[in-house]
């Protein structure tokens, strides 16, 4: 059975709530009433930040971050805020929809808090990813009404960058690896499902992390069209999460200039898109790809890859970069609109 996912982020608006709190319950509601199954927690906070601010041992100077100290978790804050409002309010959460909630939990990935400082070395990957377990260790949690089934590291950055520490045979390459299975094995052991979020698949090193068990990356990648995939997948027992639509705003708006004109629109003409959206005089609903888009998608990859390989569906990435919070909610009624019709 394909579940619904998302990946987290949303655009934040002001005058929504008057309490951080109440903004992440209204949000995880409203997730859920979208009908996605099990929903990452609302993230309106910048992700690298977020816990880089966690990090005792670090320095910020003119290019980045440094290594001052052995890396550890700050004493006391080692829970994420959004996690602890979830677990402490679920009863009226669950209570909200009706049933038990589940909930995606992602961490940023060592590789890609690496890639803020101004300077690293193999053992940097190590010491990020020790941190990163104790952090993701103190904020699964299994109870009645709540359930932290999933666990996703997002490494954005993996794949995009001419790095010479992931060299094939480097040192560095090693201990990137085992920083992912030091994360992964930690999740698995609290008997909770992992992922890896990608943006690019061309560094396939992923495949060998033997704790990782659900890759995703973009709707474009051609890890989702390849018969390589579909080898690997069944070679290393892995799965994938299905990504159907789309997120990148711009592209959305461009695309559909294009398709409306059958030509090719200027970066000019998408910023005034932009303007008409800011003004209120055009929909930005409008830019959202519709729902036999996304069916058609989930079905591909389904038909090329089993049913039993492709567990969750939903969106390529977070929506933060929507116009407005309402847009993001209705893709996320899409995505989840077009499981069930595939289911």
Same mark, same amino acid.
């Given at each position: 059975?394909?579940?619904?996912?998302?990946?987290?982020?949303?655009?934040?608006?002001?005058?929504?709530?008057?309490?951080?709190?109440?903004r992440?319950?209204?949000s995880?509601?409203?997730?859920?009433?979208?009908?996605?199954?099990?929903?990452?927690?609302?993230q309106?906070?910048?992700?690298?930040?977020?816990?880089?601010?966690?990090?005792?041992?670090l320095?910020?100077?003119?290019?980045?971050?440094?290594?001052?100290?052995?890396?550890?978790?700050?004493s006391?804050?080692?829970?994420?805020?959004?996690?602890?409002?979830?677990?402490?309010?679920?009863?009226?959460?669950?209570?909200?929809?009706g049933?038990?909630?589940?909930i995606?939990?992602?961490?940023?990935?060592?590789?890609?808090?690496?890639s803020?400082?101004a300077?690293?070395?193999?053992?940097?990957?190590?010491?990020?990813?020790?941190?990163?377990?104790?952090?993701?260790?103190?904020?699964?949690?299994?109870?009645?009404q709540?359930?932290?089934?999933?666990?996703?590291?997002?490494?954005?950055?993996?794949?995009?960058?001419?790095?010479? *520490?992931?060299?094939?045979?480097?040192e &560095?390459? $090693?201990?990137? !690896? =085992?920083?992912?299975? #030091?994360?992964f094995?930690?999740?698995?052991?609290?008997?909770?499902?992992?992922?890896?979020?990608?943006?690019?698949?061309?560094?396939t090193?992923?495949?060998?992390?033997?704790?990782?068990?659900?890759?995703?990356?973009?709707?474009?990648?051609?890890?989702?069209?390849?018969?390589?995939t579909?080898?690997?997948?069944?070679?290393?027992?892995?799965?994938?999460k299905a990504?159907?639509?789309?997120?990148?705003f711009?592209?959305?708006?461009?695309?559909?200039?294009?398709?409306?004109?059958?030509?090719?629109?200027?970066?000019?003409?998408?910023?005034?898109?932009?303007?008409?959206?800011?003004?209120?005089?055009?929909?930005?609903k409008?830019?959202?790809?519709?729902?036999?888009?996304?069916?058609?998608?989930?079905?591909?990859?389904?038909?090329?890859?089993g *049913?039993?390989?492709?567990?969750?569906? &939903?969106? $390529?990435?977070? !929506? =933060?970069?929507?116009? #407005?919070?309402?847009?993001?909610?209705?893709?996320?009624?899409?995505?989840?609109?077009?499981?069930?019709?595939?289911k």
């Amino acid at each position: 059975m394909i579940r619904s996912t998302d990946v987290g982020s949303l655009p934040f608006e002001n005058g929504q709530t008057e309490t951080f709190e109440q903004r992440i319950i209204e949000s995880l509601l409203d997730k859920l009433n979208a009908g996605i199954e099990v929903p990452n927690f609302p993230q309106f906070r910048d992700m690298n930040q977020m816990f880089l601010s966690m990090i005792e041992g670090l320095e910020k100077i003119e290019g980045g971050y440094v290594e001052a100290d052995a890396l550890r978790v700050k004493s006391g804050e080692g829970r994420i805020a959004e996690m602890e409002i979830i677990k402490r309010n679920a009863h009226q959460i669950a209570h909200a929809v009706g049933r038990p909630i589940e909930i995606r939990f992602c961490i940023t990935g060592p590789y890609t808090l690496s890639s803020l400082f101004a300077y690293k070395t193999a053992q940097t990957f190590t010491q990020l990813g020790n941190v990163l377990a104790k952090i993701l260790e103190q904020n699964i949690f299994r109870e009645k009404q709540c359930a932290v089934v999933l666990v996703a590291v997002d490494e954005p950055v993996f794949g995009f960058l001419d790095d010479p *520490l992931l060299d094939k045979g480097s040192e &560095g390459r $090693e201990t990137l !690896l =085992k920083a992912w299975e #030091t994360i992964f094995y930690k999740a698995a052991a609290k008997k909770a499902e992992t992922c890896l979020h990608l943006h690019r698949t061309s560094d396939t090193l992923f495949w060998e992390i033997r704790s990782l068990k659900i890759i995703e990356s973009h709707v474009d990648d051609p890890f989702y069209e390849s018969e390589a995939t579909k080898k690997r997948l069944e070679a290393e027992d892995k799965f994938v999460k299905a990504s159907i639509c789309r997120t990148e705003f711009d592209a959305l708006i461009r695309k559909k200039l294009e398709a409306a004109r059958a030509g090719k629109v200027s970066t000019q003409e998408i910023g005034e898109a932009w303007k008409q959206i800011t003004r209120k005089s055009l929909d930005p609903k409008n830019f959202i790809e519709d729902i036999n888009a996304m069916k058609a998608r989930l079905r591909k990859i389904v038909n090329r890859f089993g *049913l039993e390989r492709v567990p969750y569906a &939903g969106p $390529e990435c977070g !929506l =933060k970069g929507f116009p #407005t919070y309402e847009c993001a909610i209705e893709c996320l009624k899409r995505v989840a609109t077009a499981i069930k019709a595939v289911k």
